[in-house]
Each structure stands twice: as structure tokens, then as C-alpha cells.
């Protein structure tokens, strides 16, 4: 089992840039596919990026342009990096873990953390 603490949420002005960080404990993080999802109030959850144990990695079409997702093995961390923060970027950003390949479906990631709170003002 893997647990999961995200951190590095906040407020920012747009335009501005965040980098999130997703902090694993517990056994065998390099077998794990990590995802970031967003929700916002009265959306849905939604799917940022993923990254596979490969390092390969997806996105959400309309945010790759401006969302990097990396991970450091060694340190059981994934990092999401924003940049050009629009205030509709504004969400509780969730770290995700799964076994299997890199997916954007919420349900096959059986691992989750609390979130972090992202807040872009305009």
C-alpha cells in the first residue's frame, strides 16, 4: 500500500506559477502510476496528468501546454508544475496512485490524498 500527502497549494496571482508536490510513504512507490485530479466547486473531478513508473506521461489536452508533471523515485515524489495560473485553474488538486498503466479515469486509482488548495485571483 502507498499513502499520499499533497502539498504546495496557495494563492496566486494569474499568470503566476505553483509547483505541487505529492508525497508517498509505504512500500514499492516506483510500481505506481501517480495522477493529479482536480475538482472544483460544484464540478466534477476532473483529470490533470498522469506519470507511469516509466516516466511517461498524459495529460489533460487543454493543460499540457501549461502543466508538467515529473516524479523522483528516490524521494517517493511526484510534482505537478503550473504555470500561467488562470482562475479557472482554481480547484483542490488530489494526488492519485494506481498499480496498473497511467489512465485518467478517477475510479482505478485506488490511492488518494487529502488535496491541496489551489486559489488563483485575477
Known amino acids: 500500500q502507498v499513502q499520499l500527502a499533497e502539498s504546495g497549494g496557495g494563492l496566486v496571482q494569474a499568470g503566476g506559477s505553483l509547483s505541487l508536490a505529492c508525497k508517498a510513504t509505504g512500500r514499492s512507490f516506483t510500481s505506481y502510476t501517480v495522477a493529479w485530479f482536480r475538482q472544483a466547486p460544484g464540478k466534477e473531478r476532473e483529470f490533470v496528468a498522469a506519470?507511469?513508473?516509466?516516466?511517461?506521461?498524459s495529460y489533460q489536452d487543454s493543460l499540457k501546454d501549461r502543466f508538467s508533471m515529473t516524479r523522483d523515485n528516490t524521494k517517493k515524489m511526484a510534482s505537478l508544475q503550473m504555470n500561467s495560473l488562470k482562475p479557472e485553474d482554481t480547484a483542490t488538486y488530489y494526488c492519485?496512485?494506481?498499480?496498473?498503466?497511467?489512465?485518467?479515469?478517477?475510479?482505478?486509482?485506488?490511492?488518494w490524498g487529502q488535496g491541496t488548495q489551489v486559489t488563483v485571483s485575477s
Open positions: 492519485a496512485a494506481q498499480r496498473l498503466g497511467r489512465s485518467s479515469s478517477d475510479p482505478k486509482y485506488g490511492y
Open positions: 506519470i507511469d513508473f516509466g516516466g511517461g506521461t
